[in-house]
């Protein structure tokens, strides 16, 4: 069963406009975190920002903010204002780990976001 | 720039032959971990290593194996190497398993079986 689901194989915006980009996760994990990486053509995989399953508020990162609804079980990834370097693959991905120190990243099959000027 | 170095960026090389990848983590980051991304499979975990110790294993295939050394770098090597094995190959690093510190990676290895 995917765990990772990104239903949105491509998305557009406009220059200066906001995007939210959706992911929805399964487990039954109480602790978990999840993470948004951007991936440009060049290949680069980039940390953009982090939740956690405790966390009260939703994390935000200079224009990237995450709208967290556990219940949902969503993480969708919001960028606003976006630019033009924002066109990239973004994947959604959640960290799998145990009380052994073992730990892994689940990722979904990404996004690819096109910012048109 | 993550502080995660891969080397090679690229290699290209032929079937039934054996290729090393090496990685060196974010200073102080003790946990290494290794992904594999192609078109058809997307990124999927390979190994996790914790200070020098196997952590974790996921589809990595028996033709693949992974060390980590006393000074935190580590290795992926791959043997017998198939046209499928053509990937993308990162290592990442972090701090500790279980924290709520990012996986940081390197810009990966570009592997081309010919």
């Known amino acids: 069963a995917q765990k990772i689901t990104q239903t949105q194989p491509g998305m557009f915006v406009q220059e200066k406009e906001a995007v939210t980009l959706d992911c929805t996760y399964d487990?039954?994990?109480?602790?978990?975190?999840l993470f948004w990486y951007k991936q440009p053509s060049s290949g680069e995989m980039i940390f953009l920002i982090y939740q956690g399953s405790y966390d009260q508020q939703n994390a935000t990162e200079g224009r990237y903010s995450l709208n967290f609804q556990k219940a949902r079980k969503s993480a969708n990834l919001v960028i606003s204002a976006s630019q033009l370097g924002d066109s990239a693959m973004y994947f959604c991905?959640?960290?799998?780990?145990?009380?052994?120190?073992?730990?892994?990243?689940?990722f979904g099959k990404g996004t690819k976001l096109t910012v048109n000027p | 720039d993550s502080g995660v170095t891969q080397t090679p960026k690229h290699l290209i090389t032929a079937t039934g032959q054996r290729v090393t990848l090496r990685c060196s983590p974010r200073s102080g980051d003790l946990s290494v971990y290794w992904y594999q991304q192609s078109l058809d499979q997307g990124l999927q975990f390979l190994i996790q290593y914790y200070n020098g110790e196997e952590r974790a294993k996921g589809n990595i295939l028996e033709r693949f194996s992974a060390q980590q050394f006393p000074d935190l770098h580590s290795e992926l090597n791959l043997s017998s190497l198939e046209l499928g094995d053509s990937a993308l190959y990162f290592c990442?690093?972090?701090?500790?398993?279980?924290?709520?510190?990012?996986?940081?990676f390197g810009d990966g290895t570009r592997l081309s079986i010919l």
């Open positions: 991905a959640m960290r799998e780990y145990d009380q052994g120190g073992s730990e892994k990243l689940v």
């Open positions: 990442a690093s972090s701090v500790e398993a279980g924290s709520n510190q990012p996986q940081h």
């Open positions: 487990t039954s994990d109480p602790s978990y975190g």
